[in-house]
Nanobody, 119 residues
Framework: QVQVVESGGGLVQAGGSQRLSCAAS????????MEWYHQAPGKERGLLAT???????YYADSVKGRFALSRDNAKSTWYLQMNNLKPEDTGVYYC?????????????WGQGTQVTVSS
């Protein structure tokens, strides 16, 4: 099984930067894709960005050129670097690990971390 825990949220001014972390534990080698989601106040959770095991990335149009994904294999931690933040980036950020083995498949969600961007 896999567990993930996000951290790094907080209050930041518009135009500033914030780095979110997603620490994974358990069957790390089974993680195929790490996904990041954003849930703005009063809105549904939406896919923001993904990083595959092979290094392929996907970014939603709203964050292309501003957000960047990375990972530290030694720490089993994935990162979402957020630059040039805008008030509309405010919300809860979740990471989700898509993991599978020959015997099981699952998506492990973290508890989320709040980011508030002040104008």
């Amino acid at each position: 099984q896999v567990q993930v825990v996000e951290s790094g949220g907080g209050l930041v001014q518009a135009g500033g930067s914030q780095r979110l972390s997603c620490a994974a534990s358990g069957s790390i080698a089974s993680i195929n894709v790490m996904e990041w989601y954003h849930q703005a106040p009063g809105k549904e959770r939406g896919l923001l960005a993904t990083l595959s095991r092979g290094g392929s990335t996907y970014y939603a149009d709203s964050v292309k050129g501003r957000f960047a994904l990375s990972r530290d294999n030694a720490k089993s931690t994935w990162y979402l670097q957020m630059n040039n933040l805008k008030p509309e980036d405010t919300g809860v950020y979740y990471c989700a690990a898509d993991a599978f083995t020959p015997d099981w498949a699952l998506r492990a969600w973290g508890q989320g971390t709040q980011v508030t961007v002040s104008s």
